[in-house]
């Protein structure tokens, strides 16, 4: 694997590394299949404890490769939307993780960065780390990562940040439900082994079943509401506000509707 890494220790914790600290850990699309892949084999595997979402860098996930979504914009309405399940597949894999999943949020996270943070179990980060649902300065929409979004923060608490692409610091980001909470960052490593070690007291297959339960009770990502979130990403590529927002992006002006 190119995009990740995976290490376990001798207690059982895995930690899911991302590895593109170059691009700031942006999800193309080899870093999708992979971080799919690394999903079904830690939760297959009997030896795994618990699971850490972490990421190499100064940035924990800058969200969507633009390079790749430019790329799907240009594809065949085929491609374009297995594409968009491919990102759907991969989130709804981390979010049914039979192990927990402790999220490391070390850096800056937008976009699907935020989608990331939101299927975690529990989320730590640094006090200097800036959030945000970036995508409608783009053109685009927080579709995917939608349904995990609205299931963290809930639909009142989202609407503050959901459509307007504003930034947040870490302290609010804990008023959103985004964090449990927020450490120096010298302090992150301590605080994820604390939410690590009542782990290596419980049943795993316990653990695995409370988990399905509480994802049972709580709101429901069912099948409809994936495939509603793939429509609405797949419609905003096809639409012509992503194509300028994202060309914009890269020829380093202001979108049309930027004032």
Not at 7 to 19: E, P, V
Request: hydrophobic fraction near 50%; include cysteine.
């Amino acid at each position: 694997m190119d995009t990740i890494r995976i290490d376990t220790d001798a207690r059982g914790i895995a930690t899911l590394w991302m590895t593109r600290a170059a691009k700031h850990n942006a999800l193309s699309a080899q870093m999708i299949a992979e971080l799919t892949a690394a999903a079904g084999r830690l939760g297959a595997d009997p030896a795994v404890r618990a699971v850490v979402l972490a990421a190499e860098g100064t940035s924990f996930c800058a969200g969507g490769d633009l390079d790749w979504m430019r790329e799907q914009m240009a594809a065949a309405p085929a491609d374009r939307r297995q594409g968009a399940q491919a990102l759907a597949g991969m989130l709804n894999a981390l979010n049914e993780l039979p192990k927990p999943l402790i999220g490391r949020v070390q850096g800056n996270a937008f976009g699907g960065g935020v989608g990331l943070m939101s299927v975690c179990d529990v989320a730590v980060g640094a006090r200097g780390a800036t959030f945000g649902l970036t995508e409608t300065r783009l053109g685009l929409i927080p579709a995917t990562i939608g349904p995990y979004v609205l299931a963290r923060m809930g639909e009142d608490r989202a609407r503050r940040v959901f459509m307007s692409a504003r930034l947040f610091d870490a302290a609010e980001a804990v008023s959103l439900g985004l964090l449990a909470y927020a450490v120096d960052g010298a302090d992150l490593d301590a605080a994820v082994e604390d939410e690590v070690i009542p782990y290596l007291q419980t049943a795993p297959k316990a653990v695995a079943a409370a988990k399905r339960l509480a994802r049972a009770l709580g709101p429901r990502i069912d099948p409809q509401a994936i495939e509603r979130s793939i429509d609405a990403l797949v419609a905003v590529w096809e639409d012509d506000e992503a194509p300028e927002g994202i060309a914009a992006f890269f020829d380093r002006r202001k979108p049309r509707w930027h004032q």
